[in-house]
């Protein structure tokens, strides 16, 4: 996606440790017109999967899911982080592990917002190690749906989550795909 | 706002402890459709404040701040909160104490993304005790920026929180305030 890329070689800065801090425009001030081009194109992109339901995580992929899911004309689901050792009532749950935050943590979903008739896409502001995306998608296999594919808007084509994800015969649809990136010579995108 | 009192009286569940539980439509999964009304219901009770930002804390403001940004054309921003002691960067901060959770955390926004001549709306899902909301309005105060109002969705109007931000001279638009709620009676809703 054109328009992504170029916002991302404007306004991206590359910080150590592969870095990519896009937090001026994706996810901690959100442009809200980038991110309604963002719904559209994941529009675009899934047309054919009859999706139900966008599932996300929070905190950072919830703007975005929500403007895309005008388009899809579904209700967005988020994944809520919890630290919490006993967690009662009925839901699913699954583990994640932040690189960033150097933790592991339980993602979970209530029973009542996951249905075996669902048809889920899920939606996230990064790809990276792929466990976010892994963690969402044992939630929708738990649950007995259809996990559609993701949409995912900056994919780190360096990292093995891209890899992982698809291996497993998940369709992914990255908007941006970052093959590399230093200070010296600014981001790379795959074609 | 008619649509929102409806919806909360069909679906909401009232619970122990004066929880009102409302995760099948508004903080956990969200109906989009129901956001876009609740997004323009806020642009035509703020539409004489030339808002230039919408601030929000996440994670449950997220969604709803975003939709309705759609309408004011303006980018959001929302606090982050950290639990984290030694937080780095140029970053204004303030406390917030949570209820639900029975702890007090940090809440950050990036100094680039609130400037002086900025006016400020923060939108937000609940307003309970009202420490979210004085977290932010804080943030706001600190950046120099004008606080121009708060737009909440549901008001617990028999908590202290409407009356302390009120009685500060903050214009505060709750679209559905409840005065009671018990599970024989049901949710009154304040005219």
């Known amino acids: ?3 992504l890329k170029d916002r991302i070689r404007k306004d991206g800065k590359i910080r150590a440790g592969n870095v990519l801090k ?3 425009f994706l ?3 959100m442009d809200i017109e980038l ?3 963002i719904g559209k194109e994941f529009k675009k992109r899934f047309a054919d999967c009859e999706v139900t339901k966008i599932l996300t995580i929070e905190a950072s992929g919830i703007g975005i899911a929500c403007i895309a899911a005008q388009y899809f004309k579904v209700p967005v689901v988020f994944a809520k982080k919890s630290q919490t050792k006993n967690i009662a009532g009925d839901i699913y749950t699954s583990k994640v592990e932040s690189f960033t935050h150097g933790r592991v943590y339980d993602i979970i979903v209530a029973k009542d917002f996951l249905k075996a008739e669902d048809k889920i896409l899920v ?3 990064f790809l990276a190690n792929g466990s976010a995306l892994l963690g969402l998608s044992t939630l929708v296999k738990d649950a007995g749906a259809t996990l559609v594919g993701a949409g995912i808007v900056i994919e780190k084509g360096f990292q093995e989550g891209g890899e992982l994800i698809r291996s497993q015969g998940i369709r992914v649809e990255s908007l941006a795909i970052v093959d590399s990136m230093s200070e010296e010579n600014g981001v790379k995108f795959r074609d």
Do not use: A, P, R, T
Request: hydrophobic fraction near 35%; charged fraction near 25%; proline fraction near 0%.
């Open 1 to 3: 996606m054109q328009l």
């Open 123 to 125: 939606i996230d502001d």
């Open 27 to 29: 996810n901690h001030q």
């Open 22 to 24: 896009v937090d001026s």
């Open 35 to 37: 991110f309604g081009e």
